[in-house]
């Protein structure tokens, strides 16, 4: 079955920067989607940014600007590079993938991102 291996997660102070790392695994094919999702405490989950396997982006306003997503060359691993991090970004992040228009949709585990001001 597909696994979903985070890392990167931590404690910046606002203005900083982190990258959080994906990694998809046991799937017979790359995703066709992969994105970052995050979750303030107390709040819904929300969409940060996605990343087809075409290259077709979709990011948060709030984010847009500040953060990038990319996948690696095989579309097996998301790289969410998060730049000028303010303290409203604290959440925590879950990678995201799916395999549309095949059923299956995973999720991460979450990496708890904090920003302090």
């Known amino acids: 079955q597909l696994q979903l291996v985070e890392s990167g997660g931590g404690l910046v102070q606002a203005g900083g920067s982190l990258r959080l790392s994906c990694a998809a695994s046991g799937s017979i094919r790359s995703p066709s989607t992969m994105g970052w999702y995050r979750q303030p405490p107390g709040k819904q989950r929300e969409l940060v940014a996605t990343l087809t396997r075409g290259g077709s982006a979709n990011y948060a306003d709030s984010v847009k600007g500040r953060f990038t997503l990319s996948r690696d060359n095989a579309g097996n691993t998301a790289y969410l590079q998060m730049n000028n991090l303010e303290p409203e970004d604290t959440a925590v992040y879950y990678c995201?993938?799916?395999?549309?228009?095949?059923?299956?949709?995973?999720w991460g585990q979450g990496t708890q991102v904090t920003v302090s001001s």
């Open positions: 995201n993938a799916d395999f549309r228009p095949f059923p299956g949709i995973y």
